[in-house]
């Protein structure tokens, strides 16, 4: 009878002591990743997640360049930026030269109608300008926005320094300049035309 109860007891020591092994979590579980936090932005809450596609299955709003690439996912800002600046380049040349075909294909209308009257002005005065930019203008990214499903838009900010060569009845004039400012581009991004439009520009401080 006593050798029972001493069996009994080792079988319990036993059992309690796999039930300690077995019974705890060894690792880090499912369970165990750590929520996002409430107050983290919804770029923050996708940079969480595995990728835009995940994070939107998830229902995470997503923003910034974020919901550009959730739509567009071969968009690259190095390759956009890259873009933009020889955009910047053409499209203040194409203006000093009052080169209005070319200008259609890169400004949206509105911008157009602004540009083609200060071209008129000139023309009206008699004048001519050309452009030369010493260097690249540099570009940086302010902000990126998706609208509707698919509507892109990224604004950019220039700095640049050029010199501008006028002529008019009164003679000819050199001005070096340094301008900054903040062109927003827009394009659909389903759309097969790859060209973006700018659609505003603003002054910045340099």
């Known amino acids: 009878m006593l050798e029972l109860i ?17 019974g ?3 690792g880090r579980q499912p369970e165990d990743a750590p929520a996002v936090p409430a107050t983290a932005t ?6 969480d997640a595995t990728g835009a596609q995940a994070a939107e ?12 690439k959730s739509v567009d996912a071969s968009f690259d800002i190095g390759h956009f930026l890259s873009g933009s600046k020889s955009a910047y380049e053409m ?14 294909t890169l400004l949206a209308p509105p911008v157009m109608a602004g540009f083609d009257t200060a071209i008129a002005a000139r ?41 501008s060569r006028t002529k008019g009845p009164e003679g000819e004039g050199v001005e070096d300049r ?29």
């Open 6 to 22: 001493i069996f009994a007891a080792l079988a319990a020591i036993v059992l309690y002591q796999l039930y300690a092994v077995l």
């Open 24 to 26: 705890r979590r060894v």
């Open 42 to 47: 919804p770029l923050e809450r996708a940079s």
């Open 57 to 68: 299955a998830e229902g995470v709003a997503l923003t910034g360049l974020a919901a550009v």
């Open 91 to 104: 499209i203040v040349k194409a203006f000093a030269a009052g080169d209005r075909a070319q200008l259609r």
């Open 123 to 163: 023309e009206a005065e008699n004048r001519t300008e050309t452009v030369d930019f010493s260097h690249p203008p540099r570009a940086d990214l302010e902000k990126a926005e998706v609208t509707g499903s698919d509507l892109a838009r990224v604004t950019v900010r220039f700095l640049a320094e050029f010199r």
């Open 178 to 206: 340094r301008t900054a400012e903040l062109w927003t581009f827009e394009r659909h991004l389903k759309s097969r035309d790859p060209n973006w439009l700018l659609i505003h520009v603003d002054a910045a401080e340099a």
